[in-house]
Nanobody, 133 residues
Framework: QVQLVESGGGLVQAGGSLRLSCAAS????????????IGWFRQAPGKEREGVACIGSSDDHIYYADFMQDRFAISKDAAQNTVYLQVNNLKPDDTAVYYC??????????????????????WGKGTLVTVSS
């Protein structure tokens, strides 16, 4: 069982930046992020959930959804069991609830980017990002 807690959302003006955090816990031994790939997903009001980015467990490989531009950057601090999503030059269309999710299979997260997050095993409750114009 893995618990995920997102933070860092808020109200920001267009053009601003945010760094979202996803704190993972659950393993009684070892670092949780050594065993789970983590993905960021988002769901805008009235829209379907969409994938943003994934970072691998042991290899730290990074994958972004095709439409993601250079404005997004995923990273992790395994010692802190935390994955980050840096979003720069925010646009009103970025307004959404941002979720992190985990899966133990190294490639499931990548597949889930194109599957609206379906297939991921564990989810946080999300953090709301609101971008004003």
């Amino acid at each position: 069982q893995v618990q995920l807690v997102e933070s860092g959302g808020g109200l920001v003006q267009a053009g601003g930046s945010l760094r979202l955090s996803c704190a993972a816990s659950g393993r009684t031994s070892g670092r949780t992020l050594d065993y789970y790939s983590i993905g960021w997903f988002r769901q805008a009001p009235g829209k379907e959930r969409e994938g943003v980015a994934c970072i691998g467990s042991s290899d730290d490989h990074i994958y972004y959804a095709d439409f993601m531009q250079d404005r997004f950057a995923i990273s992790k601090d395994a010692a802190q069991n935390t994955v980050y999503l840096q979003v720069n030059n925010l646009k009103p269309d970025d307004t959404a609830v941002y979720y992190c999710a985990a899966h133990s299979h190294p490639y499931q997260c990548v597949r889930s980017l194109d599957l609206h997050g379906n297939g991921m095993d564990y989810w946080g409750k999300g953090t709301l990002v609101t971008v004003s114009s």
